[in-house]
Structures are given as C-alpha cells and as structure tokens.
C-alpha cells in the first residue's frame, strides 16, 4: 500500500509563515535584550534591585583642654507624616491627635499642635511630609513604638553644649545639613565630620531591604575629636569679666584674650558682640555679623601697646639700652607735622625704660629715628603685622600696615607707627607679637587645638609651632624686665599691679581710625604678663568705645591684674610677688 | 449447539504482594538523597531568612543602644557642667571661697583630678623593673653593648 503525500495548502503555511515571524521576532528581541543591550538591561535590574543608604557617622565631640564636654552630637528624630495615609479626615485627626500627644507641643490638650500637624501635612505638595524636626531621641523610640498610621521617622543628630553659651564664638555651630558655619566647627569641618560610609542592600517588590542581601560597602568613620587648648572655668572667667568691665566703662564692644606666650595656646578668648547659643536666631540678619570672631577679624590702631614693638626692635638692634637718654619736650616736629605726647604732657630726661613708663610718644619716636624706616618694617615683618597669624579660626584679617614704597607713604607714617597709629592690627596680632618679645624672642602660631583623639581613642598632641626668632633672647630679657618696670613694684600702685604675682605689660589708648582721619571715640587696651621672670600667661583686654573716656591703664588694666590673680591661682602657680613670699601680708 | 460440559481448568491464582525482602533499598535512598537535596536549599533559604530578621533586629538593638549611650554621655556632660555645678552649689549653699594660701611643703601635692577616662591618653604601660629570664640569658652571650 502507498502512501499518499500531504501537500501543504494555504490553511496551512499561512499560520505557519506567522507563527515562523512571530518566533523570529522574539528571538531577535532576545537577542538584542540578552546580548546586543545586556549591559544597559544588566544595570537597569540592578538599580531596581539595589539600593543605596549613605551611613552617617557620628560628627566628632569638641572638648577643652582638660577633656570636658565644650559640644557634642546626640541622636534625634526627624517626624514625617505620609500624607496619602492622611487622607482620610477622621484618620488624620486621631494620628494627629496621638502624635502631638506624644510630642507634648501642647501642653494642655494636644488640640492646637494636632491641628498645626494637620495643617503642614495639608499644605504641603510633597507626599512625605517633614512636621517636626529633632525631637528627642527617648521621645522618638515612644513615637516609634505606638506605630501611629502614616508617621514616619528619620534618625539625625543634634548638637548641644553642655556649657551653654561658654565660649560660643570660638566654638562656632553647625547648619542644618550638620555641617560647620562658624568657629571651631567650620574651620575644622573635615576632622569632626568624618567619612560617611555606604551600604548596598537588595530590596524586595516594595522596595524593603531582604534579609542577608545588606551588606556594608564602606565602614562610615567617625569623627574625631577635638581636645581645644581652652580651658572651660578661664573661658567663663573672662566672660564674665569682660561683661563687667563693659558695664562699668560703657564700652561698645571689646575683647579678652589669654594665651600662653611660650607655646601659643589660646587658654581662654572672649570678645563682644559675640555669637550666644541663648539668643541665636539665623532669621534675624542683624545677627550675621555675631558670627565673625572680632578677635581675629576685626582691626584697630593699637596706640601705646605698640611701643613695645619698637622698644623691642631698637634693643635687639642695638640701637638704644634701657638708660639709653633723651629729652623729651613733649612734641617732636616730623618733616613739619608736629606730634605730641598723650595730653600734651612733657618728662624732659627720660630712658628708654621711662618711655615705656610714661608711654611717651616722642620717645617712640626718637627709637624708630635711630632704626630708620627699613629696619623697623623688617621688624614689623617679622612680628607678623600685615598678614594673617595662621590661627586655627575662619576668616582672619592680615591687618593693614602702610609701608615706605607704598605711594602716600610719608615719614610721619613712620613717626606715628612707632607709637601704634597710621597701623591697622587684630588683637590676635598683637598678643602674638609681645608673646614674641617676652617668651624669648620667637613668634609662636597662636591655636586652639591642643590635640586630636581618634574614634579608637588614640590621642595625637599637636605641637607647638613656632615660626621664627624675631629678637634674640637677651633683647627678649631686657623687654620683659622693661616691661615689669612699667608696672613696677607694688609701691607704684599701678592699676595693671596683680596682688599676687609680678607682672609687666604696656597699655594703650588710641583714637577709633575713620576714613580720612579719627573720630572721639577711643578703644583702650592693655597687654600685660605674669609671673614677670617666668611668663605663663598674657592677657590682653581691650574695650571698645568706652564712654567714660578712662585710658587704657585706668580701665583695661585692672582688668588684666584681676585676672592674672585669678587665672594664675586657678592654675595653681603659688604667687611670687616679694611681699607674699616673705609673708609679709 | 449443544453445550459441552466439561469441568474447569484451575481457577487462575491471584498474585501475593511482592514481599519486603524484594524491596529495591539502593531506590528508596537514591529517592530520599534527591528529596532531601531538594529540601536543603529550602531549609537553608528558610534559615537564613530567620537569621536575617534577626541580624536586623539585633542591628536595630545596636542602633538604639548606641544612640543611648550618646544620651547618656550628653547628661553626664550637662550634669558635669560648669553653670549646673555652680547652681546646684548655690542651691546648698555653697559661697565663693576667699584667696587661698599658699604654703610650700616638702609633700608632693595631691592627685589631679579625675578626669573622663575616654578623652585622655591611655595608660602607659610601665615596667615592674624586673627582668624577664630569657632576657637575662641574653646577658650571657658575647654580644657588643
């Protein structure tokens, strides 16, 4: 028996010419999918299956020098609302009810922040919606635990201080993106920030992480912490006494700085109008300027302080001695312009010493002669007038010297520098340049970080750094000696005379530089070390604008003798002045 | 047609189950070995799954934990503060002392005070002077000082 053959009719290859197409198509599309375009589609599964967290660590802890707390970050809440699942009205007003329960914003009955809650959520556009920000951490776990319908909450941090508004504009504060915005905190953002890390983790349908798919890519590492070289109890100490001295003199403004002179730690730097925690509102643009440190960025003429400058120059070169004499009449006529002494006052034979004594300005003068204008710009130079003193703190100010080949230069800009004026210097300059010429003639860089601790607590100590030698250490000797004389023995009664210890210091009042010339306003100012043969440390205490008109020996060097008995007690240096020694009082 | 009667052949006999002596064991574990290799991505996919949860609960346990231990670090820094000891010192009483006298003695002076132990540098290991014994054989080798 044959078999007949089939032959294929139309009913039949037509589905199958289709079906064929349809099967090549999905073929060319899985090939383009799987091989042509695989890394494309690879990445695309990828980011739908991976997610990303950043890890934030823990922002570092800044302390004083003795390891209290100055600033610390604890862990808070942020409270979002999910406004789909508010929706509902009725829904809505129970878990607003039950949330502003739990976060106390009304004290009586919850109703009015419940219905502000309500209020945010409805008026926003956003489906997440941010309702508070930073509550407390134990309020927070509470919050988390009555799982209220649509709240959501988001781990931050906070920074608090324990010392309340102690030391505040050295310690600067942080933003709202947890970053630096003054202070210590800006200007060491890098340290206490530390590295955030990074986990990939896979997520499921809802976007949830799975279980054992959470790895950590990178370790976030914390920040460290900073050991300052202020001391909280002196910080307070000169706040304190920086607040009365301007009541007492109605000063505008006006600074205290304490630093050890022989390694250029900051022990304690208060300056006002300054920024306090208490009052701090970032809404209110008249406070902007509260956040610039005056100490380091603000300018004026120093006046008389100024002389130990030029004294310390005309030793160390050799120009003048301690009993090197001159007459002073009380004036001396520059190129025709005549100077005169404070109050026009007149010493006829005086030393240098006396100069420095009786802050006699023709006296200055008749040093910065002997040194010529050259000479004493190198030593301006080398005190580090005109350029920043590389303070650990942002936004500090070089100052302003004008110079011989500047082109108004004229000699009675030398004569008038000589005793502190046609020169513009920050009072960190100028603590920083008599520390030069008491601590044996370096310029040490003034800083506040005494030391860095890791998050494994190893503790790196930053070294003092000391710049150069500007005078040589028997000139150093000789100014420190000259410098006690001014204050001299307890006999003289001086105001800047400490009841305890042996000290020397220059004051100094000058009129407040405006465009063109001075105002009657004054800043008075005085710098002044203790003990005399072994300083520990130098204080400078100056007042801005005071409106009893009192110089700086009347009103900022008592000032200085109160806290040199203070600061020195509390640092436990037994006093050495000669009448308590041989415990005659 | 006549039927013929004739008589039956033996009735055919039924057969009895195999017996358990001919069961094929090497099949029984082969099946078993293939159920429970199938069972084990199963079993360890569960596992892990419960481990997890409770990694995450444990993570979650840590977060919650360290973020109190920074509470706390926080209210000893607030209670060890400087305004919160002065008033509580004012609150029993406490008045600012006179100057104090200072007095030269041949005693050393007493022991700072204690200070939170994370902020300073650890202690540093001393010697108890004595030397160990293998160091002490060093000492009889020939070797240059």
């Known amino acids: ?585 | 047609m006549a039927a013929i009667n004739h008589p039956l052949g033996s009735p055919r006999r039924i057969p009895l189950p195999v017996p358990f002596a001919r069961v094929n064991w090497l099949l029984v574990v082969a099946v078993g070995i293939v159920g429970l290799s199938a069972m084990l991505p199963v079993i360890q996919n569960s596992s892990a799954t419960s481990a997890g949860f409770a990694l995450q609960d444990l993570e979650g346990q840590q977060a919650q934990l360290e973020g109190e231990i920074r509470l706390l670090e926080s209210d000893v820094a607030r209670l060890t503060s400087l305004p919160r000891i002065e008033r509580r010192a004012l609150d029993i009483g406490l008045t600012p002392g006179p100057s104090p006298y200072f007095v030269t003695v041949s005693e050393p002076g007493p022991a700072p005070a204690k200070l939170p132990a994370e902020y300073l540098p650890g202690p540093v290991r001393q010697g108890d002077g004595t030397e160990s014994w293998w160091r002490s054989l060093l000492r009889w080798l020939p070797l240059p000082d």
């Open chain 1, 1 to 585: 028996m044959t078999q007949q053959r089939v032959r294929g009719t139309r009913r039949v290859w037509l589905p199958a010419f289709f079906f064929g197409a349809f099967a090549v198509v999905i073929f060319g599309r899985l090939v383009q999918v799987q091989l042509i375009e695989h890394d494309i589609y690879a990445a695309r599964a990828e980011t739908e299956r991976v997610g990303a967290e950043t890890l934030n660590p823990p922002r570092g802890a800044i302390l004083d020098r003795n390891g209290h707390v100055l600033a610390t970050s604890v862990n808070t809440w942020d409270v979002y609302v999910n406004s789909r699942a508010w929706r509902d009205g009725a829904d809505a007003e129970s878990a607003s009810q039950a949330l502003a329960g739990l976060l106390q914003t009304d004290y009586d009955t919850g109703n009015i922040a419940a219905e502000q809650i309500r209020e945010t959520v409805q008026q926003s556009k956003a489906v997440d919606v941010l309702v508070v920000r930073d509550i407390d951490y134990e309020v927070g776990l509470q919050v988390i635990s009555a799982g209220i319908p649509g709240v959501i909450l988001l781990s931050n941090t906070e920074r608090v201080n324990p010392e309340g508004d102690t030391g505040a504009s050295v310690l600067g504060f942080i933003g709202l993106d947890k970053s630096g915005l003054a202070g210590i905190e800006a200007q060491y953002e890098d340290v206490l920030r530390g590295k955030p890390g990074k986990a990939i983790y896979e997520r499921d349908t809802t976007g949830e992480p799975i279980p054992f798919g959470h790895y950590i890519a990178m370790d976030p590492v914390r920040g460290q912490d900073l050991v300052l070289t202020i001391d909280r109890y002196l910080q307070g100490l000169v706040e304190e006494r920086l607040a009365e001295a301007m009541e007492q003199h109605q000063a505008r403004g006006g600074a205290i700085i304490v630093m050890n002179p022989k390694t250029g730690e900051i022990l304690a730097l208060a300056t006002s109008p300054g920024l306090k925690y208490s009052t701090l509102d970032l809404s209110d643009a008249s406070q902007m300027e509260l956040l610039r440190n005056r100490a380091v960025t603000d300018l004026y003429e120093p006046g008389s302080v100024m002389k130990v400058i030029t004294a310390a120059a005309a030793i160390d070169r050799g120009v003048v001695r301690p009993d090197t004499t001159y007459v002073d009449t009380g004036v001396v006529n520059v190129e025709g312009t005549i100077l005169n002494n404070w109050r026009y006052e007149s010493y006829g034979l005086q030393t240098m010493t006396g100069v420095l004594q009786h802050s006699i300005n023709t006296g200055a003068v008749f040093m910065v002669d002997l040194l010529g204008a050259e000479v004493f710009h190198e030593y301006l130079e080398a005190f580090g007038f005109g350029k920043p003193t590389g303070i650990d703190l942002n936004g500090e100010s070089g100052g302003i010297v004008r110079r011989p080949n500047d082109p108004d230069w004229s000699p009675v800009d030398l004569a008038t520098q000589a005793f502190g004026q046609s020169i513009s210097v920050t009072p960190m300059q100028m603590i920083t340049a008599v520390a030069a010429v008491i601590n044996g003639g370096e310029l040490v860089r003034p800083h506040f970080v005494k030391a860095y601790v890791d998050s494994d607590g190893t503790r790196r100590e930053v070294e003092p750094g000391v710049e150069r030698r500007v005078i040589s250490e028997e000139a150093s000797a000789t100014l420190r000696q000259m410098l006690t004389d001014v204050i001299g023995p307890a006999s003289r009664l001086h105001p800047g005379k400490p009841d305890y210890y042996t000290a020397g210091g220059k004051s100094g009042t000058a009129n407040v530089a405006v465009w063109n010339g001075y105002d009657d306003t004054q800043i008075a100012s005085f710098v002044g070390f203790a003990p005399a043969d072994d300083p520990e440390i130098l204080v400078l205490v100056k007042l801005d604008e005071n409106q009893d008109f009192e110089t700086g020996t009347q009103a900022a060097a008592p000032v200085f003798a109160q806290l040199a008995d203070e600061i020195l007690q509390y640092l436990s240096i037994p006093p050495d002045d000669p009448v308590y020694v041989s415990g005659g009082r």
